[in-house]
């Protein structure tokens, strides 16, 4: 692909923080960089074993609601693929063998007959149990991800993050790019329109609050800064960068955290707009980028994480571990996970062994000690 074309592919994605619609052709444009028959971006509770679909290309309706359906809840690479880093790229031998994927039901009764054979991902954010993946799956014709099809998706990640975090804060509203900020008064989130020389040429209600009151961004002398030094140095690179393009934003500033007096930690994310359709709203306000500015939520930690992390566990094996708790004996766990109930001994016996442990019982009270207590509460 041409510089052109890749410049262009990255306005489309930036184009979809703004207009949701457009998401599912940005996400055929990924597909057709990076390699792939289908690409989707979802919602998956690693605890409560459901998802929900936000966006997708190339799919069949029919698999997709049997995934939401069925194959969410006994899919073998989760929790294991919950425990790369937001942002970080990551492929299906990086979380199962191939060999040990083909036994599954996931496998058999769902990717099979696709004709799916591999997917590239990476998570676009996570909190506590749940997580929004993007994944793009790769048929036959498509053969194995490679290393050039890692490569590639490691280019676009920071691009489809980015205006992934910018839509969850706008809520999804849909807006005409030449009128953005007169949609943006009511929304509860600070959006700050600056100059790539930090200018201020705009701020709605919520920002000029944030801006007066000086704890987490300022205002002063018409430039907007921050009140900590390496959230500021990392503000003025994005908004610099800006001016130059989509796709020289980059990596830069995806997420700047900023840490209030009182010690509230607050998020922002940064949207060119000098390119697509944003570049008339960047025109009519002489802006080189939005500044979306809000309130960090809590995050808790995972169980299955903190249990494959401190157990060196490895995806079948912490599989085998919460189907014992969740569901029961072994047959049972065979059967949800679609493997023969010599395989789950044998995945048993390397828990037992990994967590100094003999009886089922103990690991029900090992899974327990794990739980968040923010989780006691929940029905």
């Known amino acids: 692909m041409s510089e052109a074309r890749l410049s262009g592919l990255i306005g489309e994605i930036y184009d979809a923080a703004l207009e949701p619609e457009l998401w599912p052709k940005a996400l055929g444009a990924v597909c057709g960089f990076v390699g792939g028959t289908q690409s989707n971006i979802f919602w998956q509770d690693v605890i409560g074993k459901s998802a929900k679909r936000f966006f997708e290309w190339g799919h069949d309706p029919h698999y997709t609601q049997l995934y939401m359906d069925t194959y969410a809840r006994i899919n073998p690479l989760f929790p294991a693929a919950y ?50 993946p ?33 839509g969850n804060v706008i809520d999804l509203r849909t807006c005409e790019a030449a009128a953005l900020a007169d949609t943006l008064d009511g929304l509860a989130a600070a959006i700050v329109l600056v100059d ?52 020289a934003v980059g990596a830069k500033g995806v997420v700047v955290s900023m840490t209030a007096p009182d010690g509230r930690r607050y998020v922002a994310h940064v949207l060119p707009l000098t390119a697509g ?6 025109r009519t306000y002489d802006a080189a980028a939005a500044v979306f500015v809000h309130e960090a939520a ?77 989780r006691c509460g929940e029905a």
């Not at 359709?277 to 960047?282: D, N, S, V």
Request: charged letters at 25%; aromatic letters at 6%.
């Open 298 to 374: 809590l995050e808790t930690p995972s169980m299955p994480d903190a249990l494959a992390k401190a157990y060196r566990l490895t995806a079948m094996e912490l599989r085998v571990l919460l189907g014992i708790v969740q569901v029961g004996g072994g047959p049972s766990v065979a059967a949800e996970l679609g493997i023969s109930e010599t395989t789950v001994r044998s995945h048993l016996r390397h828990v037992y062994e990994k967590t100094g442990t003999n009886r089922q019982a103990d690991l029900v009270k090992l899974v327990a000690a794990f739980e968040s207590p923010w």
């Open 196 to 247: 790539g020389g930090c200018r201020i040429t705009y701020a709605n209600t919520s920002g000029q609050a944030m801006l007066d009151d000086g704890a987490i961004l300022s205002g002063r002398g018409g430039r907007l800064a921050a009140r900590e030094a390496e959230p500021d140095q990392a503000l003025k690179e994005v908004f610099a960068a800006a001016n130059d393009g989509d796709d």
């Open 134 to 166: 993007l994944t793009v799956i790769r048929h036959e014709r498509d053969g194995g991800v490679d290393e050039h099809a890692l490569a590639r998706m490691n280019l676009l990640v920071p691009h489809i993050r980015r205006a992934a975090l910018i």
């Open 277 to 282: 359709a944003r570049r008339r709203a960047g």
């Open 83 to 132: 425990s790369f880093a937001v942002g970080e790229v990551f492929c299906q031998a990086d979380l199962i063998s191939f060999d040990e994927l083909q036994g599954t039901r996931l496998y058999r009764e769902w990717m099979m007959p696709q004709g799916y054979v591999d997917f590239i991902g990476c998570h676009l954010d996570k909190s506590g149990g749940s997580c929004i």
